[in-house]
């Protein structure tokens, strides 16, 4: 019998889908996926030529836990550049991915008992971490926009909350945090002294003119509380090369780096060497990227704006809409024993798939029953096709 531990425990809806939609695909099936936030994109040249010469290199062996200094460096140099943050060297800690990144910082936060609040919608592993470290997860809703209620979150604060995780630009939302809710955010956390876990994995893709704030940047007291989250997944297109780190205080870090240190130890030695290339080299793919992405956006909005009964909105980041689908919960298909009501996301997401082969996540996943959320780093071509299908399907509902 597995442990307690795992048995509360959620699996992971957006890699399980995903894992069921490559089978699919691996079948022969015609599946659009709308549902895993991984761009289409090739990863940059100069990281796979750093890659090759690393290997070359013979850097296959163990390093130090928390990270090469050449990389730890390199993150040191863009926090700098990018997000006006000063960090040495023993306040970053290189990670497998960014989920390891937040998994250890939560892990070397939390004890029993102690409280995280999250805020929903919410990206599908916060909560589950957080049960794994055996604390609390409070989890709070945001305003009708997707962005941070300073009320809710005022009132969900008690003398356990240890931490208040945030994401901006927002998995499943899109929305980006303005530097005002950021400032009023870390106000709290300096009156109430909570920790701020800040997972800015999206930082690079924002539209519209719009810029992503880091939340550290705003104050010595929050500089002092937050842990900066991040990864090389979505702005370098490097989902498979599990890359990411952590920068904040040297305490904070040095726990993460002890778990890290008896559970995966180094990332891996070569891929750290590459990840060096993508912060200093790759500025150039890193715009176009965003810039594709700011159009398949748009491409994206205009299709739902089409079909009643999609409340959208205007996500200004990341690559992900979450509309409230709560409109078709009773409506009803022909099923092969008769009339089935959709009832609720999930059946939503089941009736998109069978009947459109498009696969999209509910929102039960991310603490928000009433959505869906539409990823779409793909194609506008394949964006299309995959409105045209579920257009159709969704007219067919009684
Ligand atoms: N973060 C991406 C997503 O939300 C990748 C899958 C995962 O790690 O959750 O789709």
Not at 36 to 63: H, M, N, Q
Not at 67 to 95: E, F, H
Not at 136 to 148: C, G
Not at 386 to 393: C, F, L, P
Request: overall charge negative.
């Amino acid at each position: 019998m597995v442990s307690k531990r795992i048995q509360n425990m959620k699996p992971s809806a957006t890699s399980t889908i995903n894992g069921m939609v490559s089978e699919m695909k691996a079948r022969g099936e015609n599946v659009i996926s709308f549902n895993v936030g991984e761009p289409d994109f090739d990863t940059p040249s100069p990281v796979i030529c750093a890659l090759e010469k690393a290997v070359e290199d013979g850097k296959t062996r163990y390093v130090a836990v928390g990270g090469i200094t050449p990389l730890r460096m390199a993150i040191a140099d863009k926090l700098r550049r990018d997000n006006d943050l000063v960090y040495s060297i023993d306040q970053i800690c290189v990670t497998t991915g960014g989920k390891q990144a937040v998994f250890n910082a939560v892990m070397a936060l939390c004890d029993p008992g102690d409280e995280v609040i999250v805020n929903a919608p919410c990206w599908v592993s916060y909560v589950e971490m957080i049960k794994m470290a055996e604390a609390e997860p409070v989890v709070v809703k945001t305003d009708e926009n997707y962005h941070l209620d300073l009320q809710v979150i005022r009132a969900a604060v008690t003398d356990k909350t240890k931490a208040v995780i945030i994401n901006t630009p927002n998995n499943p939302t899109g929305a980006v945090y303005t530097a005002e809710e950021l400032k009023a955010l870390a106000d709290l956390a300096e009156e109430k002294d909570f920790y701020i876990l800040s997972d800015e994995i999206y930082e690079k893709l924002t539209y519209d003119g719009k810029k992503h704030v880091s939340i550290a940047s705003l104050s010595q007291a929050a500089y002092e509380r937050t842990i900066t989250l991040n990864g090389f997944a979505k702005a370098y297109c490097m989902t498979g090369w599990r890359l990411g780190y952590a920068a904040g205080p040297a305490d904070v870090i040095k726990g993460m780096i002890a778990y890290q240190g008896h559970s995966t130890s180094n990332s891996t030695t070569f891929v750290q060497w590459a990840g060096i290339a993508a912060l200093e080299k790759c500025n150039k793919e890193v715009e176009k990227m965003r810039t594709a992405f700011e159009e398949r956006r748009d491409c994206m909005r205009g299709r739902l704006d089409r079909i009643e009964g999609f409340k959208a909105g205007m996500p200004h980041g990341a690559f992900y809409f979450m509309p409230d689908v709560s409109y078709w919960f009773d409506k009803t298909y022909e099923g092969e024993n008769g009339p089935v009501v959709i009832g609720d996301a999930q059946g939503f997401a089941k009736y998109l798939l069978k009947k459109a082969a498009v696969a999209v996540v509910p929102g039960d996943a991310f603490e928000t029953p009433n959505a869906v959320r539409f990823a779409y780093p793909v194609s506008v071509e394949t964006i299309n096709e995959g409105m045209d299908r579920i257009e159709a399907a969704l007219k067919e509902l009684k």
